[in-house]
């Protein structure tokens, strides 16, 4: 679907280390549909254990999971949204992205020497999200310049633009993200509509802490930093060591567990980060099963089914019928597609289904 999560973050945080890491566990272009892959970006399968239980049970000829597309952001430094350091190139990638991981750096190195001389996580996340809120500001105010005159000829349209500017521009001015500003229903709709707040996306924290930290996270003051803020923002974090997941990535299959054993790990830190992201874009999964091949598809929540059928091709939303439609928790109860049928668990779905996560799908289309 061509949704990205950019991965942003201070210069000596980690960033690098983590994007190398998904880098190293990118799945092969050949594993998803009409994708291209960019140097910076990594594409990074999302771990299922449906997917995994329904090719089990099929044994298809091959397996697709869903996929997360990761791009790797320009560092930033104080002043990008006047132009400083890299911070035009940072503000211009963050716009293209769907979605925002901030890496914050939890862990004290003599070695990695941070930007602004101490280790900090919530100045970190303060200076990145001042950064934002100043280049939203600067949005704001021009759009404002071209709103007033209009408002002023008495344009209906422009009168209801001004109106939500005015509620919105203090907040940010008191360090209040869009996504978090104090907006009527219709206003949020037009910002998410009209506008590419930097502060309206959706934010992920990952806060990298030691290579041992992950046994302690209770007793991180600097994990508990980011935590606290986060939940004041209503935002999820994953702690990850990037040094460890980077270590990870670049062994073969079969070291990796037995590394994660040693470290008392049950599965690679990429795996929730991959699949909080996930989350964070409000994407959800269908699958459609076979026995030449097994896939699990990403639809926005909410998709009825010729929308969700479109996903895998056009023609399947334009020429839609019917879907025939179980859940994947039915089919864990019952075990086969026979036995699902006649428990009655086969439904037939027509335009106004909205489709769930978790439904395994047959579209009848004509074209």
């Not at 900090?120 to 001042?130: A, K, V, Y």
């Not at 709103?147 to 349209?157: C, E, L, P, W, Y």
């Not at 229903?185 to 924290?205: A, C, G, M």
Request: charged share 25%; aromatic share 8%; hydrophobic share 45%.
């Amino acid at each position: 679907m061509g949704l990205k999560a950019g991965i942003v973050g201070l210069p000596n945080v980690g960033k690098s280390t983590l994007f190398n890491a998904i880098t190293n566990a990118s799945v092969e272009a050949a594993n998803y549909p009409f994708a291209t892959i960019n140097p910076n970006t990594g594409v990074v399968a999302v771990q299922d254990v449906r997917l995994d239980f329904l090719s089990f049970l099929f044994k298809p000829k091959k397996t697709v999971a869903t996929t997360v597309e990761f791009v790797d952001i320009a560092g930033l430094v104080k002043g990008a949204a006047k132009g400083e350091g890299l911070g035009n190139q940072f503000l211009a990638a963050i716009r293209e992205a769907d979605a925002i991981v901030q890496v914050v750096r939890c862990f004290d190195s003599s070695e990695i020497i941070h930007v602004e001389n101490s280790v900090n996580p919530e100045r970190d996340m303060d200076i990145i999200n001042l950064e934002l809120i100043l280049s939203d500001l600067d949005t704001i105010q021009r759009r404002l310049d071209k709103v007033n005159a209009k408002a002023r000829g008495n344009d209906k349209q422009a009168i209801v633009e001004l109106a939500m500017l005015q509620v919105l521009k203090p907040q940010l001015l008191d360090g209040i993200p869009a996504r978090l500003a104090n907006l009527t229903s219709d206003q949020r709709l037009l910002i998410d509509q009209e506008y590419h707040l930097l502060t309206n996306k959706p934010i992920l924290y990952v806060a990298n802490i030691a290579e041992d930290g992950y046994g302690s996270l209770a007793q991180n003051a600097y994990y508990q930093q980011v935590l606290a803020r986060a939940k004041k923002e209503g935002a999820e974090v994953v702690a990850i060591s990037c040094e460890i997941e980077s270590q990870i990535s670049k062994l073969p299959d079969q070291e990796k567990q037995e590394f994660l054993n040693s470290l008392g790990i049950v599965e690679p830190g990429l795996n929730p980060l991959v699949r909080a992201t996930y989350q964070l874009l409000k994407l959800a999964t269908y699958f459609t099963v076979g026995q030449d091949e097994c896939r699990a598809w990403t639809f926005h929540q909410g998709m009825t089914a010729p929308q969700a059928a479109g996903v895998i091709h056009t023609d399947f939303q334009k020429g839609f019928i019917k879907a025939e439609i179980y859940h994947y928790d039915d089919m864990v109860k019952f075990k086969s597609e026979l036995a699902v049928k006649e428990a009655g668990k086969l439904r037939m779905e027509g335009k106004e289904y909205v489709v769930k996560d978790g439904d395994v799908i047959f579209f009848r289309f004509n074209v």
